[in-house]
């Protein structure tokens, strides 16, 4: 089937960097829409930013000049690159992707299993 698998997630101080990735593998036709959301602990779960087929964006208020989202549809992966972080931006970070596999008709979301991301102070 669908495979999202992210890696990138980490430890790091206060104003660093982290590259996260994900890469969707499995009976592919097309993907739509990719992002990225996050949660952390007790809080809902929202929106970091999303990036059409086509290259065109879409970014939370709270990331937005500091966090890029763009894509490799060659290899069908998602990128997040995470700049001057904040001791908030500590959550789980969740890939998503809307696509149709070759055995279905229409779009669906799939979801990666998530990658801890932790800024110390």
């Known amino acids: 089937q669908v495979q999202l698998v992210e890696s990138g997630g980490g430890l790091v101080q206060a104003g660093g960097s982290l590259r996260l990735s994900c890469a969707v593998s499995?009976?592919?036709?097309?993907?739509?829409?990719m992002g990225w959301y996050r949660q952390a602990p007790g809080k809902q779960s929202e929106l970091v930013a999303t990036?059409?087929?086509?290259?065109?964006?879409n970014y939370a208020g709270s990331v937005k000049s500091r966090f890029t989202i763009s894509r490799d549809n060659a290899k069908n992966t998602v990128y997040l690159q995470m700049n001057s972080l904040k001791p908030e931006d500590t959550c789980v970070y969740y890939c998503?992707?809307?696509?149709?596999?070759?055995?279905?008709?229409?779009?669906?979301?799939?979801w990666g299993q998530g990658t801890q991301v932790t800024v110390s102070s």
């Open positions: 998503n992707a809307a696509l149709v596999t070759t055995n279905a008709r229409y779009y669906r979301d799939y």
């Open positions: 990036i059409t087929s086509g290259g065109s964006t």
């Open positions: 499995g009976s592919i036709f097309s993907i739509n829409a």
